[in-house]
């Protein structure tokens, strides 16, 4: 008679013996599975690209950033405002040193994303890097309903994939986590969770 506290399902048995699977394994299918780590791959492609233009001589040497962060001065918004300026003295104090980290940042979670590996920390670190693009650089892509503005920007779209890639334990598939987060220890917490297809019946 199997021990109570085995509450693993006979197609998971054995391919964590000191691990228990995660309560989601019993959520989420294959195909859910397997749908999420197309997500996460396409949005890692993405991602490189975007740290592929950062690379580029304008952004690194610093050359657009006064362009790019000078948007406090068309926000009324006393707070939002200041926050712009804040960014604005911040990335203009360095302007080559600033553009170097945000490129260099970018790449990581790109190549984080793409592999798989740490995505409980990739995720969450480019939803915070997209809120932090969209509140500094788009300045919340104020004035909203003006000059025939009709989004809110692309960095919205950033923060919402990146959580929904998060709660869907998108790095559990096609992934460096499956290997790496059972030997992680402690800080198993910064890979996705060992999710496993659902058995049937």
Same mark, same amino acid.
């Given at each position: 008679?199997?021990?109570? &506290?085995? #509450? ?12 228990? *699977? ?6 989420? =299918? ?24 950062? +690379? ?7 050359? #657009?950033?006064?362009? $790019? ?29 600033? &553009? *170097?980290?945000?490129?260099?940042? $970018? #790449?990581?979670? !790109?190549?984080?994303?793409? #592999? ?15 809120? =932090?693009?969209?509140?500094? /650089? $788009? =300045? ?12 809110? =920007? ?13 709660? /869907?334990?998108?790095?559990?598939? +096609?992934? *460096? ?20 297809? !659902?058995?049937?019946?």
């Amino acid at each position: 008679m199997a021990s109570s &506290a085995d #509450t693993r399902s006979p197609s998971t048995a054995g391919l964590l013996p000191s691990t228990a *699977v995660h309560p989601r394994a019993r959520v989420f =299918g294959r195909t859910w599975l397997t749908g999420a780590a197309i997500v996460r791959i396409l949005f890692g492609i993405v991602w490189a690209i975007d740290a592929i233009f950062k +690379w580029l001589p304008g952004f690194v040497h610093g050359q #657009t950033l006064p362009d $790019e962060l000078g948007g406090a001065a068309k926000i009324d918004v006393p707070v939002v405002h200041q926050w712009l300026q804040l960014w604005n003295g911040i990335g203009l104090s360095n302007p080559q040193a600033f &553009a *170097v980290g945000i490129a260099i940042v $970018e #790449t990581v979670f !790109a190549v984080l994303i793409l #592999t798989g590996a740490f995505s409980n920390f990739a995720f969450i670190g480019s939803a915070l890097l997209s809120l =932090g693009i969209w509140s500094g /650089a $788009e =300045g919340f892509h104020l004035p909203w309903g003006r000059d025939g503005q009709t989004d809110l =920007g692309p960095s919205v779209g950033y923060i919402i994939a990146s959580l929904a890639l998060f709660y /869907a334990a998108a790095g559990s598939t +096609w992934s *460096v986590d499956r290997w790496l987060a059972p030997r992680l220890g402690r800080l198993s917490w910064l890979a996705s969770p060992q999710v496993f297809a !659902a058995s049937r019946g």
